[in-house]
């Protein structure tokens, strides 16, 4: 069982950053891929990006590509998502997930979810 508890959402003006970090328990941090998500109101949650258990291999949604890093710290059981150059259409819940199988988190299937932390960005 893996419990994600994310935090560091707000409300900032377009162009400025966040950082977004997800805590998870369990002591095989490392075995997971994990991945960051976003629900736009009205809309279904949708995949961003992904990094594997090692750190080694991203993967990113092409809108965020360039404006979002991904980077994980095993040692402390965190992933975290920078995100730089804000958009008002990056405004979304924001959910972190995580699951050993590196292709159900790029499908959104993923074992786990944390409860979202939303971040609204103003024009």
């Known amino acids: 069982q893996v419990q994600l508890v994310e935090s560091g959402g707000g409300l900032v003006q377009a162009g400025n950053s966040l950082r977004l970090s997800c805590a998870a328990s369990?002591?095989?941090?490392?075995?997971?891929?994990m991945g960051w998500f976003r629900q736009a109101p009205g809309k279904e949650r949708k995949f961003v990006v992904a990094?594997?258990?090692?750190?080694?291999?991203?993967s990113y949604v092409d809108s965020v590509r360039g404006r979002f890093t991904i980077s994980r710290d095993n040692a402390k059981n965190t992933v975290y998502l920078q995100m730089n150059s804000l958009k008002p259409e990056d405004t979304a819940v924001y959910y972190c997930?995580?699951?050993?199988?590196?292709?159900?988190?790029?499908?959104?299937?993923?074992?786990?979810w944390g409860q979202g932390t939303q971040v609204t960005v103003s024009s």
């Open positions: 997930a995580a699951d050993v199988r590196p292709t159900r988190v790029i499908t959104g299937t993923c074992a786990y």
């Open positions: 369990g002591r095989t941090f490392s075995s997971y891929t």
């Open positions: 990094i594997s258990g090692n750190g080694a291999t991203t």
